[in-house]
């Protein structure tokens, strides 16, 4: 079993419509990201959180230590929300730090 | 543009042959890491610089494989004798933050596409 597990792999959905995807983790983690992949490969950084709720522009990021599962929030989406989205843990171990990823969400967005 | 930088973007080559790959970080950034993703999968962590001192090293980087970063600023991965397996995207990705602590956002470069014939 994976460290990290995201739901849906796959999300089709209509312009407009409020979009979850799910994360869940099975290690002690000092930090989530969420990432965005488009498909010329780059990666942007999202969200970074280690508690509560952010907030930017569509975008909302939660996440539950105590239940170990992060959600992605995207409210009226846009063709241009089109990409893969990807979770990724921060493990603070031995003096360094890893993030672990998750396989990553592909979402299409249709006008 | 002051943000990670890789170079190439795309590398086609023979099975065999060797490699090397460019990362630039962004500049008052002291950690380095490496990653590499294959197709349909999340990126997998390779290796991480700390300044100019390679502090992990995960399994999946073979002999063949090799990470530096000689002046803790930019860093170079090769890949000796490539082999088809090795075809992926490199990721590059780098953050600030000194030894111990912890919430160090990482920036992540456009990645270098490799295809081994």
């Not at chain 1, 999300?11 to 407009?16: D, F, S």
């Not at chain 1, 989205?85 to 672990?100: P, T």
Request: one cysteine or more; glycine letters at 10%.
């Amino acid at each position: 079993k994976n460290e990290v597990e995201q739901s849906p792999q796959n999300l089709t959905a209509q312009e407009g419509e409020f979009i979850t995807i799910n994360c869940s983790y099975s290690v002690g983690i000092s930090a989530l990201h969420w990432l965005q992949q488009h498909p010329g490969g780059g990666i942007v950084s999202l969200f970074m959180l280690s508690s509560g709720k952010k907030k930017h522009g569509r975008l909302i990021a939660t996440i539950n230590i105590q239940e170990k599962h992060s959600s992605l929030h995207i409210t009226a989406s846009h063709p241009r929300d089109s990409a893969v989205y990807i979770c990724a843990v921060m493990r603070f171990q031995g003096g360094s730090e890893k993030l672990v990823f998750g396989k990553g969400t592909k979402l299409t967005v249709n006008p | 543009d002051t943000g990670v930088s890789q170079d190439p973007r795309h590398k086609i080559t023979k099975r065999g042959q060797n490699v090397t790959f460019r990362c630039d970080p962004i500049s008052e950034h002291n950690r380095l890491y490496w990653y590499r993703q294959t197709l349909g999968q999340g990126p997998e962590f390779l290796t991480y610089f700390q300044n100019e001192a390679q502090l992990e090293k995960s399994r999946l980087l073979s002999d063949r494989f090799s990470a530096e970063r000689p002046k803790g600023s930019f860093s170079t991965l090769e890949i000796q004798r490539t082999e088809q397996g090795d075809s992926a995207m490199y990721l590059c990705a780098s953050s600030s933050g000194t030894s111990g602590s912890i919430y160090n956002e990482q920036f992540f470069g456009p990645g270098t596409r490799l295809t081994v014939l």
